[in-house]
């Protein structure tokens, strides 16, 4: 991974052809003021941003995939058409920034402010893939291959953070077979706790479930929308 000074980068930027798209993947920077910067159209990937105060900075379809911002300041930037994916913005300020077109899939943003963020239609993993309203079914998988079919009541709490796997505190347990559905069992364990076990009929509670929809390895009952994608974790 290369270091750049803000000299360095401001230099680049400088020369820089017009249309032409840089190439800045596994850089690293560290300790700069790059307010309001122009860091449109630039491949970051892989990159690291510690401690650097990016307010009103542009990052529009640029290349932020699983790039690193410990420490930063990213309120009201720009990131209309970046890709954000595995991008970790963990307790990170991004008050009144833009992620409209933003691809956000595996995005972290466990702990960020994320006050007046502004996305629309067109920005990908930002919205739940589960409903948000009413009753809906979902599986899980669970020890020795056994795929549990789940009704989540319409009163039960849901979230998702920015993939396609979700959580929610109780589910109504309607079948469980095997992967291949020649067998039916009358429960099966969860992977994360053992002592979790699942029971056709019965209805499964998580009592310490965690609502917020941004820690995604925590409390709650773990689902998937479609028995493939269960079936495929």
């Avoid at 820089?16 to 690293?28: I, P």
């Avoid at 009201?76 to 409209?100: P, Q």
């Avoid at 972290?108 to 309203?133: H, I, Q």
């Amino acid at each position: 991974m290369r270091s750049y000074t803000k000299e360095e980068l401001g230099k680049i930027l400088k020369e820089r052809k017009q249309g032409q798209v840089l190439e800045l993947r596994e850089s690293s920077f560290e300790d700069m003021d790059l307010s309001g910067w122009d860091l449109g159209n630039i491949d970051f990937g892989w990159s690291n941003f510690k401690n650097v105060r990016l307010d009103g900075a542009i990052f529009r379809n640029a290349d932020l995939s699983n790039t690193y911002f410990p420490g930063c300041s990213l309120r009201r930037v720009d990131f209309t058409g970046a890709d954000l994916a595995g991008t970790t913005m963990r307790f990170c300020d991004l008050s009144y920034s833009c992620i409209c077109g933003a691809n956000l899939f595996s995005g972290v943003f466990e702990g960020a402010v994320l006050t007046g963020l502004e996305a629309d239609e067109n920005t990908r993993f930002y919205r739940m893939p589960c409903p948000e309203s009413g009753a809906f079914v979902a599986y899980k998988k669970c020890f020795d291959f056994r795929i549990v079919q789940l009704l989540v009541p319409a009163d039960a709490r849901r979230c998702s953070a920015t993939n396609r796997a979700c959580r929610c505190d109780k589910a109504k347990v309607l079948s469980i077979k095997s992967v291949d559905e020649t067998q039916s069992f009358p429960e099966a364990r969860s992977y994360v706790d053992e002592n979790f076990v699942y029971r056709v009929g019965e209805v499964s509670r998580v009592e310490d479930f965690n609502p917020d929809r941004w820690v995604e390895s925590t409390t709650g009952i773990h689902f998937w929308m479609t028995r493939e994608e269960a079936v495929n974790y």
